[in-house]
């Protein structure tokens, strides 16, 4: 009874120690006597108990790896203290689990290290603007350095970068002296786009009052034209009536009357002019007229 225990304890251990069970995405790499033998894969697998171990159990995901602040000097002397995160995955058990003897330490090492070498050849204001220059040469020095690993390393991410108090008060009050900048130029910009919309208004309402007064003065002008028009024509035709009129019986004896009449009318106001008696020089030429008004005054009454 006792020999069935024994056999029945050693069985169960023989099947523990034999078999072994991968979940998906690890890797488990296998010794034999002390001895590399092979990497199991996912699944169901069989080993040799007590002459066959699991030395190295690795998992094949994507590992996210804080790496811890540093403060790095930059190409002008100044410290910045960087913060990153990095990325990476096992691609070969066997290479991770011999290549080093903690690849996690080698590459985190390797990343502070680099790292610095890289902000080393910046600027203070360019660690700002080309973070994704600084990841990428970080990731390619860690990937060529980690194939020896059987790690592959993905990305690499700037968590943080904080410059000295000091710096950041400079920064601050350069950022405050920009915007004060461009507030004023636009500013600036405003008052001289305002003058240049006054001064092209007056210019169009200066230009609209001279197109105004030009027409009209070219209807001022269209108008007195017109009306010298209408008053040569009535003079015309007036002209025309009374020398029709003259040709008609009697017309000459008219005229000379109305001549007459227009003689006498005229010195009549003459005599009358500052209140002084004017008499013409001539008498004669008077009587002469006034006679020729009456005779040419009865002629008409005997006609009629």
Same mark, same amino acid.
């Given at each position: ?141 860690? =990937? ?88 040569? =024509?009535?003079?015309? =035709? ?67």
């Amino acid at each position: 009874m006792e020999f069935a225990i024994v056999l029945l304890v050693v069985a169960v251990v023989f099947i523990v120690q034999s078999v072994k069970v991968v979940p998906q995405q690890n890797a488990w790499v296998v010794e034999r006597l002390g001895k590399y033998h092979g990497t199991l894969t996912p699944g169901l697998n069989f080993l040799w108990p007590f002459v066959d171990r699991l030395a190295y159990k690795h998992s094949l995901k994507e590992i996210p790896l804080d790496v811890p602040s540093q403060v790095c000097i930059t190409k002008d002397n100044t410290q910045l203290t960087v913060d990153g995160i990095l990325y990476f995955q096992v691609t070969d058990a066997m290479r991770a689990s011999y290549g080093s003897s903690n690849f996690i330490v080698a590459i985190t090492q390797l990343a502070q290290t680099t790292l610095r070498s890289v902000i080393g050849r910046m600027e203070l204001d360019r660690t700002f603007e080309e973070r994704d220059i600084i990841n990428s040469s970080v990731v390619q020095a860690l =990937d060529e350095a980690a194939l020896n690993w059987g790690v592959k390393v993905l990305r690499y991410e700037i968590k943080d970068l904080t410059p000295p108090a000091v710096i950041l008060h400079a920064m601050q009050a350069q950022i405050t002296a920009e915007r004060e900048k461009r507030a004023l130029i636009a500013a600036s910009e405003g008052r001289r786009q305002e003058q240049i919309n006054i001064a092209t208004g007056a210019r169009e309402a200066a230009i609209a009052r001279s197109e105004g007064e030009k027409q009209a003065e070219i209807n001022k002008a269209v108008g007195e034209a017109a009306a010298i028009t209408a008053v040569a =024509d009535a003079t015309a =035709d007036a002209i025309r009536k009374i020398a029709a009129a003259i040709q008609q019986p009697g017309g000459d004896q008219a005229v000379q009357l109305k001549v007459a009449e227009k003689a006498v009318d005229a010195y009549a106001q003459l005599a009358k002019t500052n209140n002084t008696m004017i008499v013409p020089g001539n008498m004669g030429e008077v009587s002469g007229l006034i006679g020729t008004a009456m005779a040419l005054m009865k002629s008409v009454s005997a006609k009629t």
